[in-house]
């Protein structure tokens, strides 16, 4: 097992979340949402600001609270496409994000996302997410959320 700290986040204002933060290289760029936990590793301080942070963690909650529901399908997915499950997932959970700390903030860091696919900071990977420039569309399309 790796070591992991616990670190309270300032989701926003007043609410703080717990957040296990893995340190050891592997884990450099790996933002990921566990079984109602966050998990984060060193990308998430190194790279992002913490608007950015905040929209990845809101986005990785939505995720941490569909846990078991996702795992339910991912253990009957071959009925399903489950691209297109994983895909929709991601799109909702950017919506989630969207909603709790705001388009442009979510805008922002996805924008950030697509310059670390482009440049090999983050390698994508379209099992599990859809294209980048979708998510940035969708939240675009999402007028009534600030
Ligand atoms: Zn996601």
Redesign the pocket.
Known sequence: MNKYKRIDFDLKEGKKVKLRFYESPEYKNLLW?GWFTVKVGTYFFDKFDLNEQRVIVW??LY?AKHSLFNWLFDSIRLWFDSKKIKWS??FR?DKFAASNCGRENTLKFLRKIKEFYQNGVVKYNSKT?PPIDERIKRVESFLCIK
Request: a negative charge.
């Open positions: 949402g986005h990785e995720h997932t991601e959970a997410h």
